[in-house]
């Protein structure tokens, strides 16, 4: 059964910073470029990176270019999300998403982030 289970959301103050994970499994991670997308309320998900399947080229959306920092581990089956220097207008419930070079995609459930005073 494949799943991807994101963690580490939660409520943080603007400035400061979380660590988001997804933990896959189900299938051959390797094989999965991976990413991660964002959905705030009455707004279209986002795109916010991605990674290739080796961790070799990331891509960054233009809002959190310089302060989000996307990785992953092949032997952990698991992609990270690093937010920094975090601004209200970051408030979302962010996902991953797996996606084979075949076309075959998975989404996780998300895990919700609020940045607040």
């Known amino acids: 059964q494949v799943q991807l289970v994101e963690s580490g959301g939660g409520v943080v103050q603007p400035g400061g910073s979380l660590r988001l994970s997804c933990a896959a499994s189900?299938?051959?991670?390797?094989?999965?470029?991976m990413s991660w997308y964002r959905q705030a309320p009455g707004k279209e998900r986002e795109l916010v990176a991605d990674i290739t399947r080796d961790g070799g080229v990331t891509n960054y959306g233009t809002s959190v270019k310089g302060r989000f920092t996307i990785s992953r581990d092949n032997a952990k089956n698991t992609v990270y999300l690093q937010m920094n220097s975090l601004k209200p207008e970051d408030t979302a419930v962010y996902l991953c998403?797996?996606?084979?070079?075949?076309?075959?995609?998975?989404w996780g459930q998300g895990t919700q982030v609020t940045v607040s005073s």
């Open positions: 189900g299938f051959t991670f390797s094989s999965y470029a």
């Open positions: 998403k797996a996606r084979s070079i075949v076309g075959s995609v998975y």
